[in-house]
């Protein structure tokens, strides 16, 4: 049985924010949108313009996607090749146990396409710890390097514009953490990412980068 990965290839160079991977373990929660025979005035017509929020449509192979990201939800939507624009459209949930969570994403959906602000009840995370806030704005960092920013500029993002303008000098520890969290990303590039997944034989041995 296969654990992990991604359905299909993922250009390596897109943006984070725009790249719209769909992860193997995804698809039994896939929310999938089919036409139907229905001209009644109850069944919604499908505009993909009715969803005001951030969207990326990529193609599969076989079928559009529209990965959909929104203030506390993001999901993905596979569309039916028949789905035509105006068109009455329904839903096809899958007959296993993830119905319920498959059913809360139709209803994040039909509040979007409503104009609404969708609920997102189906999760708690609890308050990440300081070394996950380290990790990511050492990425964070090391993108701004990438792009061509001084380490001034990357603390102004990173930490706040009133800060950088009290703190910030040629030989601040405001300037000494961030050159120590620009190293820390460039570890992370290099191999040292294979910490975050712990000291698992599985993951660690034999890989080259």
Same mark, same amino acid.
């Given at each position: 049985?296969?654990?992990?990965?991604?359905?299909?290839?993922?250009?390596?160079?897109?943006?984070?924010?725009?790249?719209?991977?769909?992860?193997?373990?995804?698809?039994?929660?896939?929310?999938?949108?089919?036409?139907?025979?229905?001209?009644?005035?109850?069944?919604?017509?499908?505009?993909?313009?009715?969803?005001?929020?951030?969207?990326?449509?990529?193609?599969?192979?076989? !079928?559009?996607? =529209? %990965?959909?990201?929104? +203030?506390?939800?993001?999901?993905?939507? /596979?569309?039916?090749?028949?789905? &035509?624009? *105006?068109?009455?459209?329904?839903?096809?949930?899958?007959?296993?146990?993830?119905?319920?969570?498959?059913?809360?994403?139709?209803?994040?959906?039909?509040?979007?396409?409503?104009?609404?602000?969708?609920? !997102?009840?189906? =999760? %708690?995370?609890?308050? +990440?710890?300081?070394?996950?806030?380290? /990790?990511?704005?050492?990425?964070? &960092?090391? *993108?701004?390097?990438?792009?061509?920013?001084?380490?001034?500029?990357?603390?102004?993002?990173?930490?706040?514009?009133?800060?950088?303008?009290?703190?910030?000098?040629?030989?601040?520890?405001?300037?000494?953490?961030?050159?120590?969290?620009?190293?820390?990303?460039?570890?992370?590039?290099?191999?040292?990412?294979?910490?975050?997944?712990?000291?698992?034989?599985?993951?660690?041995?034999?890989?080259?980068?």
């Amino acid at each position: 049985m296969q654990s992990g990965g991604c359905n299909f290839v993922v250009d390596p160079d897109a943006d984070a924010r725009e790249a719209a991977p769909l992860w193997l373990d995804e698809e039994h929660t896939l929310v999938r949108l089919v036409p139907m025979n229905n001209e009644g005035a109850t069944c919604s017509r499908f505009d993909f313009w009715q969803l005001r929020c951030a969207r990326t449509i990529v193609h599969d192979g076989s !079928n559009l996607r =529209v %990965c959909v990201r929104a +203030p506390r939800v993001t999901f993905s939507l /596979h569309l039916d090749n028949a789905l &035509a624009a *105006d068109k009455p459209f329904g839903f096809v949930l899958p007959a296993s146990d993830s119905l319920n969570e498959v059913q809360r994403t139709i209803a994040q959906f039909a509040a979007l396409y409503a104009g609404k602000q969708p609920v !997102n009840r189906s =999760v %708690c995370l609890e308050r +990440p710890p300081r070394s996950s806030l380290y /990790h990511f704005r050492a990425l964070q &960092a090391l *993108d701004g390097v990438a792009r061509g920013a001084s380490q001034r500029e990357i603390a102004r993002v990173l930490l706040g514009s009133d800060a950088v303008i009290s703190n910030w000098s040629s030989d601040s520890a405001m300037r000494a953490h961030v050159r120590a969290l620009i190293q820390r990303g460039r570890r992370f590039v290099n191999g040292e990412y294979r910490t975050l997944i712990g000291n698992n034989n599985q993951f660690t041995q034999g890989v080259r980068v």
